[in-house]
């Protein structure tokens, strides 16, 4: 059993030792208590939610600067041709780089591509 603190006992916990937790009423009671006494020993709990969506966006930092280029001009509205252009590639080599995006993003078309791109914080639109 857990002894209950009392509020001078309470300590605030710095962002160092703050731990990740998806908000959700489904945790049970056991899950909450050793989140918070992991927190109050300077450990972090990572929810193991959390750790699936880490692990879907580990692909994130495997993308060339040349990749990133392109989904940047995607988010821009720019046709493949124009990517081309702009980068000084050939249509079919802008293609390509679209082609492993969408592998590398888990996207079905290039928009979903952009999308994802800007869910997961990879490309930001100015």
């Known amino acids: ?30 899950d909450i208590l050793q989140a918070i006494h992991r927190a109050k020993a300077g450990r972090c709990f990572v929810d193991a939610d959390v750790c699936r969506d880490i692990g879907a ?16 001009l995607l988010a821009h509205g720019l046709a493949n041709k124009q990517i081309a252009k702009r980068l000084s590639l050939t249509e079919g080599t802008v293609k390509n780089y679209l082609t492993k995006l969408l ?9 979903h591509a952009v999308v994802i791109g800007l869910q997961r914080g990879v490309i930001e639109l100015r």
Do not use: N, Y
């Not at 592998?103 to 928009?111: M, Q």
């Open 1 to 30: 059993m857990s002894k209950l603190m009392s509020p001078t006992q309470v300590r605030p916990i710095s962002f160092r030792t703050a731990w990740c937790w998806p908000h959700s009423k489904s945790r049970s009671c056991t």
């Open 57 to 72: 966006h580990a692909h994130d930092s495997e993308f060339s600067a040349r990749e990133m280029q392109v989904l940047r």
């Open 103 to 111: 592998v590398k993003l888990g996207a079905s078309d290039r928009t």
